[in-house]
């Protein structure tokens, strides 16, 4: 699945080109720990983004809590021809809703692009 396995995640997980994620690990089970490495490509910042899994439904739901304590869920539906991906997660208070939104939502927007070119 393009969008657990650490050899795919690599390719897509990051909001911007100037950024990428040379590092995935992703051991996908309930109280597992996955940890991707965020980072620009001119080597000024890089963190690691973890979480540990609370919920996997395969094909349907994936849901985990940050390091920070804030949850995320995924939801996922589709048929044979497409997928349709939404993510909930609970705001940090430093940056804007909107801001966080803009950096979920570029991460979503390279995920379907590699999907895309992947097929």
């Known amino acids: 699945m393009y969008w657990t396995t650490p050899n795919h995640v690599i390719h897509w997980n990051f909001a911007s080109d100037d ?35 609370t919920d996997i439904i395969p094909l349907q739901k994936i849901t985990y809590t940050i390091l920070d304590g804030r949850k995320v869920e995924v939801l996922f539906s589709g048929d044979a021809h497409s997928t349709h991906i939404i993510e909930i997660f609970e705001p940090e208070t430093v940056h804007s809703i909107e801001l966080q939104e803009a950096g979920w939502l570029s991460i979503l927007n390279q995920f379907k692009r590699y999907c895309e070119l992947s097929k």
């Open 19 to 53: 950024w990428h994620c040379p590092i995935a690990k992703n051991p996908l089970e309930i109280g597992a720990t996955f940890s991707y490495t965020m980072a620009a490509k001119d080597g000024s910042v890089a963190f690691d983004f973890e979480g540990t899994y």
